[in-house]
């Protein structure tokens, strides 16, 4: 019960979608909140609203008008919002998530109705306290923010990037039950090099070329340090930043403040995962490996960095971890004697001759897994998937570029050119396929696998820095719970029904960690895992009047 004195009545409430219940209201409350004759009559549940809605999701022609109709249903009601997506969670996530978020970014003036989240441009340098201190809730834990300049594979789409902060922490509440309250969509605008977009009627951005240089990472500097002011227990997670900004600001507020990167440390934790997973279904040991990434970018350099402090946990030398991974980018192998390197390629660059095609280097370097993060659709040909399948009996193929029109090969082309044997992973979801009888399901790499979690045991235990041992013990959790069900089925990662379980997991592993390394802001529970069961967000509405 609440204390009506203090509720909104009327209209007001059934405009505020973060209360509104609409024919979820009961007659007691109707008539209490001065809502009578403001509804159909009919009070419904919650069920039965979801019943009503359900089918007007499936009913739109595509996934883009699904999506906007779901960004609606969220407008005008929040916990029905949250309700639907929870139960239909793996109908639900294609479309709030890549690929169809990606279209949704590159459309976001015409499907623009209500704005979400918070917008702090160029011309904000000097007053970026202001701007943050007209967000409407103090209590917020997890900033999602982005400058659109690397929006999924897709480059820049300056301010249009805000779909993908809005969309990943959808997924953290549907994930993880992060409440939505406490969660924050902000695009830092600065311009857009996308001439196109930027000439474009629709576009709603700041129409000039980006602010670089000392400009650019004064305003960076100042927004970080007003949200430490503003939301002293955050959670600041960059996303989509173009790859110089997104290395330069996880290194410069890594060891300072409570923040990651989940383009390059989400990432390398999902696919650590879908490594030991696949290892179980090889039989290569995962610190015997040879991998050869195709994208030395935030992805590719992320999982390498991953990968090698996972092998010398097991064991293996730091020079002998590095050797096991093969970078192939635009200008080829990265080998020593490349003269145009940026430092975060450089521990991988090893002493071996200049090698142009990934063709040559599959060849000469019979990788155990391909992993394709360089956003270049077509680049596993049919003689690269070939050649995989003639060095291993089951070779390992991660396509993971987003969405899914830049993965570097389809499921089926996988399956087809390695006779079935590939266990094949993507970035973006693919049907099950059917190969000479018999039924593979290409797992997804989904960083969603992860950072709900993480971002859920960061909360918990009010942790004050997010460390890489995190990633690493979130991926073992996530490894530990594929099934030899879903090996079977070639499936080297939980099916996303249990990504609930997953979180909850993940989330206690990591608040442990924060407390074992004095991380740890909050008291320590008696129960780590029940609490973090407590609180984790469930859509139920309130009562208001009983
Ligand atoms: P990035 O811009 O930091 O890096 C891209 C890299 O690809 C660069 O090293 C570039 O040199 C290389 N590259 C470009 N063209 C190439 C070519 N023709 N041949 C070889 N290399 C080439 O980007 P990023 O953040 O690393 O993301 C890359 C891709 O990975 C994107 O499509 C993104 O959607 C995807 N990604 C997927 C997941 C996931 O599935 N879980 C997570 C993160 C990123």
Same mark, same amino acid.
Not at 96 to 114: D, H, K, N, S, W
Not at 200 to 220: E, F, I, T, V
Not at 480 to 496: H, K, Q, T
């Given at each position: ?8 009545? #009327? ?8 209360l509104?219940?609409g ?29 009503? %809605? ?12 699904? &999506? ?22 793996e109908? =639900? ?16 003036g ?14 904000d ?17 997890? %900033?999602? +923010? ?6 999924l ?18 997924? &953290? ?22 001439? $196109? ?7 709603? #951005? ?24 503003r939301?002293?227990? +955050? ?8 790859? $110089? ?12 403040i ?5 383009? %390059? ?45 996972a ?16 970078f ?7 080998v ?6 940026a430092?975060?390629?450089?521990? &991988? ?11 040559e ?14 956003? =270049? ?19 390992? +193929?991660?396509?993971?570029s987003n ?7 389809t499921a ?7 006779? #079935?044997r ?25 960083n969603?696998?992860?950072?709900? #979690? ?18 690493a ?7 530990? =719970?594929v ?5 079977? =089925? ?25 407390y074992?390394?004095?991380l740890?802001r ?10 973090v ?14």
């Amino acid at each position: 019960m609440t204390d009506l004195s203090t509720v909104k009545r #009327g209209a007001a409430l059934l405009n505020d979608p973060e209360l509104n219940k609409g024919t979820a209201f009961t007659e007691a409350e109707r008539t209490a909140l001065g809502l009578r004759g403001l509804l159909p009559p009919r009070v419904m549940t919650q069920e039965e609203q979801l019943e009503r %809605i359900l089918p007007g999701v499936r009913s739109r022609p595509t996934p883009i008008d699904q &999506y906007a109709y779901l960004v609606g249903l969220h407008d005008r009601n929040v916990t029905l919002f949250y309700r639907l997506v929870m139960d239909h969670l793996e109908e =639900m996530m294609p479309i709030l998530y890549t690929p169809t978020v990606g279209q949704a970014c590159q459309e976001f003036g015409r499907i623009f109705r209500r704005s979400r989240g918070l917008y702090v441009t160029s011309d904000d340098r000097g007053r970026v306290r202001e701007v943050l201190a007209n967000w409407p809730h103090d209590d917020v834990r997890m %900033i999602v +923010v982005t400058d659109g300049e690397r929006i999924l594979g897709l480059g820049d789409l300056g301010a249009n990037g805000m779909g993908i902060p809005i969309g990943k922490l959808t997924l &953290y509440t549907a994930c993880a039950g992060l409440h939505p309250m406490q969660c924050l969509p902000i695009t830092i605008d600065v311009g857009t090099d996308n001439t $196109h977009l930027r000439e474009s009627p629709a576009y709603m #951005g700041l129409r000039q070329p980006r602010l670089r240089g000392a400009a650019y990472d004064a305003l960076l500097d100042e927004f970080v340090e007003a949200v430490q002011e503003r939301f002293p227990h +955050v959670c600041l997670q960059f996303e989509d930043f173009g790859n $110089h900004n997104a290395f330069t600001l996880l290194e410069k507020w890594r060891n300072r403040i409570s923040t990651f990167n989940d383009d %390059i440390q989400g990432t390398a934790s999902v696919t650590l995962a879908g490594l030991y997973s696949a290892s179980r279904i090889s039989g290569t040991a995962f610190k015997d490996m040879r991998l050869l990434f195709l994208g030395a970018g935030e992805a590719g350099i992320g999982i390498g960095d991953l990968v090698v402090s996972a092998m010398v946990e097991e064991g293996v030398s730091l020079d002998e971890a590095r050797q096991r991974c093969w970078f192939v980018d635009s200008k080829g192998l990265v080998v020593k004697t490349r003269t145009d390197l940026a430092s975060h390629k450089k521990p &991988y660059a090893h002493d071996y001759p200049a090698t142009e095609s990934l063709l040559e280097a599959v060849e000469a370097l019979k990788p155990h897994a391909i992993i394709g993060v360089s956003g =270049m659709p077509g680049t596993f040909t049919a003689p690269v998937l070939a050649a995989m399948a003639r060095q291993h009996a089951r070779p390992i +193929v991660m396509a993971l570029s987003n969405p899914t029109s830049k993965a570097e090969c389809t499921a089926r082309e996988a399956y087809a050119s390695t006779d #079935g044997r590939a266990i094949f992973a993507s970035g973006s979801p693919f049907a099950p396929v059917t190969h000479k009888g018999r039924t593979h399901v290409p797992g997804q790499g989904n960083n969603a696998y992860i950072f709900p #979690g993480v971002g859920l045991g960061v909360i918990v235990a009010d942790a004050s820095r997010v460390t890489d041992e995190m990633f690493a013990a979130a991926a073992r959790t996530l490894a530990n =719970m594929v099934s030899e069900d879903d090996l079977a =089925m070639g499936r080297i990662f939980p099916s996303l029904s249990r990504i609930r379980d997953v979180s909850k997991a993940i989330a206690t592993e990591v608040a442990e960690i924060a407390y074992r390394r004095g991380l740890a802001r909050a008291p320590r529970p008696g129960n780590l895992e029940a609490a973090v069961a407590a609180a984790m967000y469930q859509p139920e509405y309130p009562t208001f009047v009983n």
